[in-house]
């Protein structure tokens, strides 16, 4: 009686594995070619940033919690800084000197990244002082570009700098990175 438990036990084992194994349909239709991806960018969008309160009459400072951003990225990535002042188009930072909409000429705007926060620094460069009060900021856009896992050379075989290539790269693709909208369009990067 055993032994009968036993055949029947290694028959239906025998059975069941025969079943599974010989399931071989026709392999199905490929699917649509996606959207080529941008997993190297990242971005981070601040809607009015506020600036920090002080007494200082030559700048205003505002200090950005931005977790995203590494040791590595600052070490290798190209960090772009992009802020706008009521509605209009986004400068690059940093900006010396120039007239902007909202704060005026004869101010620089500059941007500093530690690991894990951004401060923007609003000062004056000419005989004038800040505006009172401080102009609100729109918004602001960090664009972390990361280098690809290529490593390119120069010459006769010296490495560059992560951040050198990604510039070359964007320079040879005629892409003006003081241009916001141009970044975003060649990265696949949605603008809202």
């Not at 000197?97 to 101010?107: A, C, L, Q, T, Y």
């Not at 990175?177 to 990265?187: E, L, Q, R, S, T």
Request: proline share 5%; with cysteine; charged share 15%.
């Amino acid at each position: 009686m055993k032994t009968i438990k036993i055949i029947s036990y290694v028959l239906f084992l025998a059975i069941l594995s025969a079943t599974f194994s010989s399931c071989n349909g026709d392999d199905g239709m490929n699917g649509e070619k996606g959207e080529d991806g941008n997993a190297n960018v990242q971005t981070i969008r601040f809607q009015s940033p506020q600036w920090n309160t002080s007494t200082h009459t030559f700048f205003k400072t505002m200090t950005l919690q931005v977790p995203e951003i590494t040791y590595d990225d600052i070490n290798y990535s190209v960090i772009l800084h992009y802020i706008s002042f009521q509605s209009q188009h986004y400068a690059l930072l940093p900006v010396d000197n120039h007239f902007i909409n909202g704060v005026g000429p004869g101010f620089s705007i500059s941007a500093s990244t530690d690991n894990q926060s951004s401060s923007i620094r609003l000062s004056k460069t000419a005989n004038v002082v800040l505006p009172n009060p401080t102009p609100s900021v729109d918004f602001l856009k960090i664009i972390v570009i990361k280098p690809s896992n290529i490593t390119t050379h120069t010459g006769n075989g010296k490495a560059l700098n992560p951040k050198q290539s990604i510039y070359n790269e964007l320079q040879n693709a005629r892409v003006d990175i003081n241009d916001y909208y141009a970044v975003c369009d060649y990265y696949n990067i949605d603008t809202e």
